[in-house]
């Protein structure tokens, strides 16, 4: 007798069912309402988890459970084991990195996508999804005031990409390939790859993906003088050498607006200008402060991207959509697809061969994809451009009331000048050297009280502490909160030092 015959006999076995539409009712509400409560509940959590490495392992079995376990046992120790090592990006008093703003409607259209499940890759393999996402990447440019070779009515299109790393990848590749097709494909190791010394890594990971000389990646260095943003006259110097002196081909520019250390924003316009003097590919990088760009006040920080090639920003990061979710545009589709298209016999179809239909398959890097304007269209339909203009100034202006609580403390600094709802501070002390270690010892005393949580960047060689208006549930009391929070911890560490 085998085990085999045994557990056939169990009375689980053989009766699955895991599409039952009324168990999915049954259980699907069960777990909105454990996220109802969570989210009611999440301020009450340390912000930044108080686990130490390993700490799952100790609580979980060795191996998977043989026999089904009810989702009654299942939710009981997600809130058990899997809750106190969850960093809580969606509690008001999360001000780290770039917070991650949740929402119902980007909740709920992300569980209608999963619920279809649809694998869209081509719009033969579910048409909605591809038809919506030109749709609503088109409304997305016309609110972000993106000229109109940017829209698909106006000849170029938009694609949800996962990240920004990968619709940088992509982009690049696209210039890549554009310029080797000009210049013989035995000259890659010639093409150079231009950010600052702000630019976000996901630059360089992309040139190192896409086969650039690891030599030929330039980094030029932003100055506090101007505000860390890359200057055209900079660019254009590392651009003089390179050409001159070492016969290098310029490729691609990646100008940001909004970086991630301290929300600087390099200037479109002169850049774009010394871009294409070199006929270089500009690729502009807005994946915190895009957002923002929807408000005409801030639409200024995006000026000069007419000239550029490409734009995107991160709908996940400040734009009430869950993760995943870039928004990528290029003026000439047409390079993307010539570098990533493939057309193997499997997928031919009628509505490919008419060219009458988007593949976007052919504009990132997998094949399958997710149907994520979805939740975009959700979000966009649900607060509508006023209300997001609103969330957004809102934000800004509980950044601007931290900065002027700042100011009101003479032991205190801000850094560098606030440009969206990021604030980057620093206690300023009569000796430099100390100054440093001093900010990093106050960072993590204020994150180890689990009261609220921040994180840092060094800018300029100073170690500062940044504070990132963003996450849903925020109001101003937890600002003013959080502010105290970083005074006591002051006090108490200059009067024990
Ligand atoms: C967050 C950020 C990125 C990386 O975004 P991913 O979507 O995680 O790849 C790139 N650039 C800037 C300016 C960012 O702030």
């Known amino acids: 007798m085998g085990s085999l015959h045994n557990d056939e006999m169990k009375p689980h076995a053989g009766t699955m069912k895991p599409l039952d539409p009324e168990e999915f009712r049954r259980q699907g509400h069960l777990v909105i309402d454990f996220l109802a409560d969570y989210y009611k509940n999440v301020d009450k959590y340390p912000v930044r988890s108080q686990v130490e490495p ?27 084991d899997i809750v106190p090592g969850i960093t809580h990006w969606q509690s008001p008093n999360y001000f780290a990195y770039f ?41 997305l440019g016309k609110m972000l005031k993106l000229p109109s070779e940017f829209l698909f009515s106006g000849g170029g299109g938009g694609v949800l990409q996962g990240t920004t790393c990968e619709a940088i990848l992509c982009t690049l590749v696209a210039a890549r390939d554009r310029m080797l097709k000009k210049i013989g494909r035995e000259n890659i190791n010639k093409l150079v790859v231009y950010g600052s010394d702000q630019t976000h890594s996901a630059l360089q990971k992309a040139a190192q993906i896409a086969g ?65 003097e070199y006929g ?100 966009l339909r649900s607060y509508g451009v006023a209300n997001l203009r609103k ?52 960072l993590e005393s204020v994150n180890e009280s689990g009261k609220v949580y921040m994180t840092h960047a060094v800018v300029g060689g100073a170690y500062v502490m940044r504070f990132a208006v963003g996450a849903s549930l925020t109001e101003n009391r937890h600002v003013i909160l959080a502010w105290k929070e970083v005074q006591e911890h002051a006090n108490a560490l200059l009067t024990s030092s």
């Open 99 to 139: 917070p991650s703003s949740g929402s119902i409607a980007g909740f709920l259209g992300e569980m209608l996508s999963t619920g279809f499940n649809v694998v869209g890759f081509n719009w033969m393999s579910s048409p909605a999804a591809t038809e919506l996402e030109s749709i609503v990447m088109d409304w």
């Open 212 to 276: 650039i000389n690891p030599n030929n990646f330039r980094a030029v260095a932003t100055t506090k003088a101007d505000a860390f943003g890359l200057t055209a006259e900079a660019l254009r110097a590392a651009i003089k050498s390179d050409v001159e002196s070492s016969g290098l081909v310029p490729l691609f520019l990646c100008a940001t607006i909004g970086t991630t250390s301290s929300t600087a924003v390099d200037p479109l316009g002169p850049l774009c200008h010394v871009a294409e």
């Open 54 to 80: 390993g700490y799952l392992k100790k609580r979980m079995p060795d191996s998977a459970p043989y026999d089904p376990e009810p989702i009654e046992t299942i939710l009981r120790d997600v809130q058990n």
């Open 280 to 379: 270089m590919w500009v690729h502009v990088d807005a994946a915190y402060a895009g957002s923002a760009c929807i408000c005409p006040e801030y639409r200024h920080f995006l000026d000069g991207v007419e000239k550029a090639h490409s734009f995107s920003f991160n709908a996940h990061k400040w734009f009430l959509t869950t993760l995943d979710c870039c928004c990528l545009w290029v003026k000439d589709p047409g390079a993307l697809i010539q570098a990533l298209s493939t057309y193997p016999e499997y997928l031919r179809n009628k509505a490919s061969e008419s060219k009458q239909v988007v593949d976007y398959k052919d504009w990132q890097i997998t094949l399958s994809r997710r149907f994520r304007s979805l939740k975009l269209w959700m979000v």
């Open 391 to 442: 969330f957004l100034r809102s934000h800004i202006k509980m950044a601007k009331n931290f900065e002027g609580l700042i100011g009101m403390d003479r032991r205190f600094e801000v850094v560098v000048p606030r440009n969206f709802a990021t604030v980057c501070f620093r206690v300023v002390a009569a000796e430099m050297e100390i100054v440093d270690s001093f900010n990093a010892k106050l």
